[in-house]
């Protein structure tokens, strides 16, 4: 891809798009909360978390069916589904894009890196959103679920979209936020930049080659610089804007 630059050897960045591009993980736990609590039922966050990172629709932890477990009541998974969806729809609408992502993602595409998404939702719901944000031009490859067949932690969506960028994955920055996502990325050979969210915040991210609070703290070429300056023989936290 020409025109990159390659910043301290990084010539592209890689986002999960859930929780880092998209606040759609706190929605979505909160609308199946609200129809657990009609239940008499309380979803926790440990047990919505093993899930996180594993796309939209496709969770390892099944909220409909364990509903339905504890309750022993009859329900219409149809109808249940569809009244998450709406109720997910209206809390998203409410909320921008997460910090700091417009920033990077104008300084990325000034300095010509490649910009890709790699995620375990499908194709439709990433292309959906990043219209409606308005960030669709930024980028050059989208890796979903319904491009690789597999999801986060496998490697797959990194792997695909480090090769339609045309980059070596060593030479990738992946931008994450669960602990899923990280072991994505750095079985696929990206360095690891960690964002967490509210959601994510108590998860273990022990291999990542580094932490921030928000995007809006660091910008990329900053952060590259750091990682280069801590090297990669632990893990550090950098929260410092």
Not at 63 to 73: I, K, N, S, W, Y
Not at 141 to 164: H, R
Not at 200 to 228: N, Y
């Amino acid at each position: 891809m020409a025109g990159r630059m390659g910043w301290v050897g990084i010539e592209a960045i890689v986002f999960d798009f859930d929780g880092v591009v998209l606040d759609s993980e706190e929605p979505d736990f909160l609308a199946w909360r609200e129809i657990w609590a009609e239940s008499g039922q309380d979803l926790a966050l440990e047990e919505w978390a093993a899930c996180i990172g594993t796309g939209q629709g496709s969770h390892s932890f099944d909220p409909f069916a364990e509903l339905v477990r504890r309750t022993g009541l009859e329900m219409s998974e149809d109808e249940l589904r569809a009244r998450k969806r709406a109720r997910a729809a209206e809390l998203i609408k409410e909320r921008p894009t997460m910090p700091g992502v417009v920033g990077w993602l104008e300084e990325a595409a000034g300095a010509g890196l490649g910009i890709a998404v790699a995620s375990s939702s499908p194709r439709d719901w990433i292309e959906q959103y990043l219209s409606v944000l308005g960030l669709e031009s930024y980028f050059d490859v989208i890796a979903s679920f319904d491009d690789c067949g597999s999801k986060k932690p496998d490697p797959a969506s990194y792997l695909l979209a480090c090769k339609q960028l045309g980059v070596v994955p060593g030479a990738a920055l992946a931008v994450e936020d669960s602990r899923n996502g990280l072991l994505a990325a750095k079985a696929a050979g990206l360095r690891c930049l960690v964002v967490p969210n509210v959601m994510t915040a108590h998860m273990d991210f022990a291999e990542a080659d580094l932490i921030i609070a928000s995007l809006a703290d660091a910008g990329p070429l900053e952060v590259t610089e750091r990682m280069a300056r801590l090297g990669t023989s632990e893990p550090r936290l950098s929260v410092e804007p």
